[in-house]
């Protein structure tokens, strides 16, 4: 008999428990159980565990869904038309990409896609360029997105978003000073994380972003 | 069919969902409405499992409805448009937790005070459980509570999803993006949490 039970037990008992696991070491591990009351202690109290949680089903939020329904609809109905089809970022981004990843350390790579638009409340969306400062993909370190807040331009009816990765703290660096000198500031520091964020990523970001 | 196996959106609501997106889209009134009919409740329903409480989960459902019609537009598979409204209603539920988190507390009084039953027409109604019921597992609820917000986030977010919502395994990659094993992983692990930390409340 084994002196305890280990986390890949436990993991077996989890798939058991679920009903994932192949009917062969099912078996097996209902003997196991008959002879290891250990292990068949920890399957009865994750099955507790579980039963508790399964439990909180009935527990659901105090809500009036008419009225809940109907000052949703007036929200929305105080917006503006949705936002038209548009060219999504993940395109956009598939576009950049090679070019960012060619690029020498701080080059800005300025696109321009007057179909990409962000509405602004109660009034119709607006097209806007998307301006994106890169690395090389392969940088090390660890990445920061910066998005900037959309600008108008002279016409007043033309944001621009920037969306700007940095894989190193000098790059970072650099990236601050270069805003400190064209007086931009980012909206907020969104992500930092190892790996470059997903297109679908980013597009959440964006519809996140405070416009 | 295994526990982890069961749809949440299928073909079928895609094609429905698709249709109304368009509609939508071509300014037909009415057309977000049915949209809204049908994901309120479990729109509503994430936000509340994740922030504890009904007022905070209806502002952020609300919230979340009107991102997904202002950005409605930028979707690019409107049969998808079910996981694409689940995914913004869970991430602005786990930034407004973030916020919450990092200034006032809320107690778990405050968080289990709110909850109740609805009955069949939608109307507040009583609690899921008898009285005896409700002082007998009291307790351990509160345990439970605490056991959960000790969990790191995408562990919490999948076990409850996965447990209490029901949703699929799948469908759960999909938010957090990344593999089925990974969520798969992330239950076990947050079930082993929970069971080592209630061992004592359970008696095990």
């Not at chain 1, 621009?160 to 650099?174: K, N």
């Not at chain 2, 982890?4 to 057309?31: C, H, I, K, N, Y």
Request: hydrophobic share 40%.
């Amino acid at each position: 008999m084994k002196p305890r039970i280990d986390e890949y037990d436990e993991f077996l008992l989890s798939r058991l428990l679920d009903g994932e696991l192949p009917a062969d070491q099912a078996v097996t591990l209902h003997r196991r159980m008959e002879r290891e009351p250990e292990l068949r202690a920890a399957f009865e109290s994750l099955a507790r565990v579980d039963a508790l949680l399964a439990r909180r089903q009935a527990d659901q939020p105090a809500v009036h869904w008419r009225q809940f329904h109907e000052k949703v609809l007036a929200a929305v109905a105080a917006q503006a038309a949705p936002a038209p089809k548009t060219i999504p970022l993940a395109r956009w981004l598939g576009i950049c990409a090679p070019l960012a990843a060619a690029a020498a350390i701080g080059l800005i790579v300025l696109l321009d896609r007057d179909r990409l638009q962000v509405p602004k409340d109660g009034a119709i969306p607006t097209p806007i360029r998307v301006t994106v400062n890169s690395p090389a993909e392969d940088a090390p370190g660890k990445l920061t997105v910066r998005l900037y807040r959309p600008r108008l331009n002279e016409s007043g009816d033309t944001g621009v978003l920037r969306v700007a990765f940095s894989r190193s703290p000098q790059l970072a660096e650099a990236i601050r000073r270069q805003d400190q000198a064209s007086q931009s500031r980012p909206t907020s520091v969104v992500v930092a994380a190892r790996h470059r964020p997903s297109p679908p990523q980013l597009e959440l970001l964006v519809d996140l972003l405070p416009l | 069919m295994t526990r982890s196996d069961r749809p949440l959106f299928s073909e079928d609501t895609g094609e429905r969902d698709a249709a109304w997106v368009q509609a939508a889209l071509a300014g037909e009134s009415g057309a977000f409405g049915r949209l809204v009919e049908a994901y309120e409740r479990r729109v509503v329903s994430t936000a509340y499992r994740l922030l504890g409480n009904s007022d905070d989960a209806m502002d952020i459902a609300q919230e979340a409805f009107l991102r997904a019609f202002r950005s409605l537009g930028r979707l690019k598979k409107p049969g998808r448009f079910g996981p694409w409204l689940m995914r913004i209603v869970t991430n602005q539920s786990l930034n407004a937790r973030r916020s919450r988190r990092s200034g006032s507390t809320v107690t778990l009084d405050e968080r289990r005070g709110t909850a109740g039953r609805t009955s069949g027409d939608g109307e507040p109604g009583t609690t899921a459980f008898g009285p005896d019921r409700q002082v007998e597992s009291r307790e351990l609820q509160a345990a439970i509570d605490a056991a959960l917000d000790t969990l790191p986030e995408k562990q919490r977010l999948a076990l409850v999803l996965f447990t209490v919502e029901g949703w699929a395994q799948k469908d759960i990659a999909a938010l957090l993006e990344c593999s089925l094993e990974t969520v798969k992983w992330n239950v076990f692990q947050a079930r082993r949490r929970l069971r080592q930390r209630l061992a004592g409340v359970m008696g095990s």
